[in-house]
């Protein structure tokens, strides 16, 4: 069964752009989280999706937004970029939401603001 | 809210040596605890994880941990390390319910020296 798979690998950006990072989940998983990874800050929980709908978002700002198609796909979307967003964009993907499922990760999506 | 604590950012073993990688939680009810390990520019692998079946847990690659709710601790161990082993660690917790959120530790690297 193929992994989560994530579009594209590496980006770059200037300020002020917008961009959008792409996610496929698991066969199946219908559940799908990101997170954006940092040096400074660690790993961070931006939205779960499931069904459509955010079931539950992080602490960042109303320029990350999110969506996710019915077919399971995820997008996650930066407007306005800044330069401190740079990062990786991990997004994970379960059978279902819940506590105790497993979530299996994708390799990200490196992105560079300059 | 939940939390965890990893001590130390860097830990550096010989090949063969015990490997401890230390992981303390804060969780206001009984948590699910998970052991990820991230090799350079990847995503994130599950190693193993809690969910109360059994303290003593298993996981892939030779790693295993041990839930002791008294200490508030999930430490993650291996007999004996391998070059292979080089990595980061990343111990990360999720309350009961229907929230898949996971959070972080800042994570552990670990050297393995020959």
């Known amino acids: 069964k193929a992994g989560v798979t994530q579009t594209p690998r590496y980006l770059i950006k200037t300020r002020g752009q917008q961009v959008t990072l792409s996610c496929s989940p698991i066969s199946g998983h219908r559940s799908v989280s990101w997170y954006q990874q940092t040096p400074g800050q660690g790993l961070q929980f931006l939205f779960e999706y499931f069904s459509e709908t955010q079931r539950n978002k992080g602490n960042f700002p109303g320029r990350f937004s999110g969506r996710q198609f019915s077919n399971s796909r995820s997008e996650m979307n930066v407007s306005t970029l800044e330069l401190g967003d740079s990062a990786l964009y991990l997004c994970?993907?379960?059978?279902?939401?819940?506590?105790?499922?497993?979530?299996?990760f994708g390799p990200g999506t490196r992105l560079l603001v300059l | 809210a939940q939390s965890v604590t990893q001590l130390g950012s860097h830990v550096s073993v010989s090949e063969g040596a015990l490997v401890l990688l230390r992981c303390n939680y804060s969780s206001s009810v009984p948590p699910y605890l998970f052991w990820y390990v991230q090799y350079p520019n990847q995503g994130l692998q599950l190693l193993l994880k809690?969910?109360?079946?059994?303290?003593l847990v298993k996981g892939i690659n030779g790693f295993e941990a041990e839930f002791k709710k008294s200490e508030t601790s999930f430490h993650l161990t291996k007999p004996s390390a391998h070059m292979s082993d080089a990595a980061e660690y990343f111990c990360a917790v999720s309350a009961t319910g229907a929230n898949s959120k996971l959070t972080f530790g800042k994570g552990i690297t670990l050297s393995v020296r020959p």
């Open positions: 809690y969910t109360s079946a059994a303290t």
């Open positions: 994970a993907s379960s059978p279902e939401p819940g506590s105790g499922e497993t979530q299996y």
